[in-house]
């Protein structure tokens, strides 16, 4: 093997593109390591939630940057401080908006009444970059093992609001559903990443409904190996008995 053969195969990718599966198992993996490395990340309710700058991350590593479009002052006086930010997201590559996101800070929020003014617009605008990310890479942000809602979003809720809310069991689940029974859980190693990817890429194609894919997305991170792989399966049947019963209508 020629020294420019394997310098070919060391390449290290810069930049991502999120349409390449290859590329996004790849960028998945990135995240999961520099989240963990930098310890961007907190725990709440036992669940693992990335920090803004985690979100910033994967956005740079996909040229994706975000843009404050607005800052507006929603404060009543000497009663409240209270900023609204409407943040859009700008992909260097295509030079296109390719999203938004928007949120608000008050000083009447559990934790932040000796907030000062600044530390109140600066928080909402911190928000809401974590908001416009959310709404496009929250997929990959799951892929790699986290919670996809910012932990910006959850230091504002009250304990009763982040905790987990404990789901009934149905009778008619929908066969595509990924929740578990007690008698399921098994103590084998977690889905890797590799494999939620593919879940995560299979739930993509258009014959799978927007239900479908919400349900098995909200249990994915609890997923071990084997009902990875059992899932991975289901869906690839689906999809192609699905493909094959529009094409004979």
């Not at 990340?41 to 036992?46: A, D, L, R, S, T």
């Not at 859980?185 to 299979?202: F, H, N, P």
């Not at 990875?228 to 869906?235: C, G, K, V």
């Amino acid at each position: 093997m020629s020294p420019q053969t394997k310098n070919i195969e060391k390449k290290v990718i810069e930049n991502y593109d999120i349409a390449n599966s290859y590329e996004t198992l790849h960028l998945a993996q990135d995240l999961a390591r520099f989240i963990k490395e930098n310890k961007l990340f907190h725990n709440i309710q036992g669940k693992a939630y990335v920090n803004v700058e985690g979100w910033q991350y994967a956005g740079a590593r996909l040229g994706i940057v975000p843009v404050i479009e607005a800052l507006t002052n929603y404060s009543t006086g000497e009663k409240e401080i209270k900023y609204q930010a409407l943040v859009k997201l700008f992909d260097l590559k295509s030079q296109q908006t390719v999203g938004s996101g928007f949120a608000i800070c008050s000083n009447l929020e559990n934790g932040k009444r000796n907030y000062q003014e600044f530390a109140i617009a600066s928080m909402a605008q911190t928000r809401a970059i974590g908001k416009a990310y959310r709404n496009i890479l929250a997929w990959i942000i799951r892929a790699a093992g986290y919670e996809p809602t910012p932990a910006e979003e959850m230091d504002y809720m009250s304990k009763d609001e982040a905790a987990p809310i404990e789901k009934e069991k149905r009778a008619d689940r929908a066969p595509l559903s990924l929740e578990k029974s007690k008698q399921e859980i098994i103590s084998e190693k977690l889905a890797s990443v590799k494999q939620k990817t593919e879940i995560l890429l299979l739930l993509n194609n258009k014959v799978i409904t927007k239900d479908e894919k919400n349900k098995m997305i909200e249990n994915i991170n609890d997923l071990n190996e084997v009902r990875a792989t059992q899932a991975i399966a289901r869906l690839k049947k689906v999809i192609k008995d699905r493909d094959v019963t529009s094409q004979t209508v």
